[in-house]
């Protein structure tokens, strides 16, 4: 496989023990080495071809930090900001630069230190009673002082699986998508169900396909703002589509050749446009063409 997995690969030990040690904490952040991930809200800002870090001289002792763990022996940090991020942070300007110009350790850190940090600036309310949360655990917590309820960072399962029926790919494109874009069919898992049972529904839902035989291929951290893509592949008993227009708006057949010629053509393939080497979906594409087609 020669496609890394965007967002994959950092290089923190995360140093959970230290977590729940408010003494232990409060070492960490006064060390001279500690250093912070400076974000502007919880995009990215550079320094050449890394994420900039500064000094926590700046940072006031109110401050709500996110104890990242230790990077190369030296503690790291992320602020909360003072709100969340709900614009379509994944086609901004910055996000492009983080991932065409970060190497993969530090395109991982920006993702979860963006999805952490933004986690923290849109729960600073209590789900159960509505008062104010505090944060808690090195910022892996939050709590509620009024009804005690205890809230823990979300990470929202997203089944993305390869449709197989006898050497062929089923690919779909949403509305407003790039013309001839092509991709693989996702969808969250539900409250109440597996990864299989996940994929087998919305293969149904979307395409009226029929799937068994789910199996794992890979993973990975989406961070906008926190999801967790999980790669499967799925084989069909049928071609039949029925295709449910509210939430697709084509689907397709395409064989071992089209897609192979996606693959290798992704600009003006005679087939059809694959997605971006950054999405979780190339990279299925890439191992059914190297291990199951
Ligand atoms: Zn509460």
Redesign the pocket.
């Known amino acids: 496989m020669t496609t890394p997995l965007a967002f994959t690969g950092h290089d923190l030990d995360r140093d959970d023990h230290a977590r729940a040690d408010p003494a232990q904490l409060a070492q960490l952040r006064a060390r001279d080495d500690a250093r912070l991930v400076a974000l502007d809200g919880v995009m990215p800002r550079f320094d050449g071809n890394a994420l900039l870090t500064t000094d926590l001289s700046g940072v006031s002792k109110d401050a709500e930090l996110v104890y990242l763990g230790l990077r190369a022996g030296a503690p790291l940090f992320v602020a909360v900001p003072p709100e969340g991020d709900m614009r379509q942070a994944v086609t901004m300007r910055e996000t492009m630069m983080a991932l065409m110009q970060l190497p993969p350790e530090e395109l991982a850190l920006f993702g979860g230190a963006r999805s952490i940090a933004d986690w923290h600036a849109r729960h600073r309310f209590?789900a159960?009673?509505?008062?104010r949360?505090q944060i808690a655990k090195g910022g892996w917590q939050r709590n509620?002082e009024?009804?005690?309820?205890q809230h823990f960072p979300r990470v929202d399962p997203v089944a993305i699986m390869l449709v197989e029926h006898d050497g062929a790919l089923l690919v779909g494109r949403g509305k407003g998508w790039p013309e001839r874009s092509y991709s693989a069919l996702a969808g969250f898992i539900e409250p109440g169900e597996s990864i299989e049972e996940g994929v087998k529904r919305e293969v149904w839902e979307e395409v009226g396909v029929r799937v068994r035989d789910v199996s794992y291929i890979a993973s990975q951290p989406w961070p906008f703002p926190s999801q967790l893509m999980i790669g499967c592949h799925s084989y069909a008993d049928s071609r039949d589509l029925t295709i449910d227009e509210t939430e697709i708006e084509d689907a397709r057949w395409f064989t071992r050749e089209d897609v192979a010629d996606a693959m290798a053509n992704p600009k003006d393939a005679q087939s059809f446009l694959p997605p971006p080497r950054t999405a979780i979906a190339n990279y299925l594409f890439e191992y059914w063409l190297e291990n199951m087609a």
């Open positions: 209590c159960r009673c509505g008062e949360t509620c009024s009804c005690k309820g």
